[in-house]
């Protein structure tokens, strides 16, 4: 059930979008186990548009994080259009965050970095997946995480070098808020000099 919210106000918004995302990501952890979950959008040099859920694993001045691997769609979709758009739904709240800008991947030392904080299982079976492609069954996948799990018993496991991070930089943000009779609240934030600007948006 989605909980009573105060309107989303021009006077009451924080005019750095970063802290106001950082203060509704924060109120969201309060109310959904997931908070970093979050839909990314791209699309092919055609044109053609992919959506799908990843975790955000940080964010701030440098932009939004996630990790994946370069060899699926996506990251043959980032590669050819280096455009994305990120979805945020906390549906307790009856909030959204949408957010848009440049797609890059993140250096290889950050990669490494994040990619050794994960459970050894997640690091294999990074190695044991080829992300999307087709395989003739389960049991095919198993045997190869059974063979990595070998192969790598009792000493780290490095980065596959498909597997990394991509940052999204926002050149906008939108704040949407919940209200009675479908007229939802909308602020649109985009850059303007050193700061940004707040456009509100009919819903």
Known sequence: MTEVQEPLDEGTV?????????RWYERAATVTASPEAMAVATADSDGR????MVLLKSWGDHGFTFFTN????KGHQLADNPHAALLFFWEPLGRQVRIEGPA??????ESDAYFATRPHASQVGA?????????????????????????????????PPWWGGVRITPVS???????????????????????????????
């Open 14 to 22: 924080d005019p750095d979008p970063l802290v106001q995302f950082g």
């Open 104 to 109: 890059d991947r993140t250096g290889a030392e």
């Open 70 to 73: 370069y060899d699926s769609p």
């Open 127 to 159: 190695h044991a997946s080829r992300q999307s492609r087709a395989i003739g069954d389960r049991a095919a996948l198993d045997r190869r995480v059974e063979e990595l799990e070998t192969e790598y018993a009792g000493q780290p496991v490095p980065r």
């Open 173 to 203: 943000f939108e704040f949407w808020q919940q209200r009675d009779n479908r007229l939802h609240d909308r602020l649109r934030f985009t850059p303007a000099g050193d700061g940004w600007s707040i456009t509100r948006l009919q819903p």
């Open 49 to 52: 548009p992919s959506v799908r």
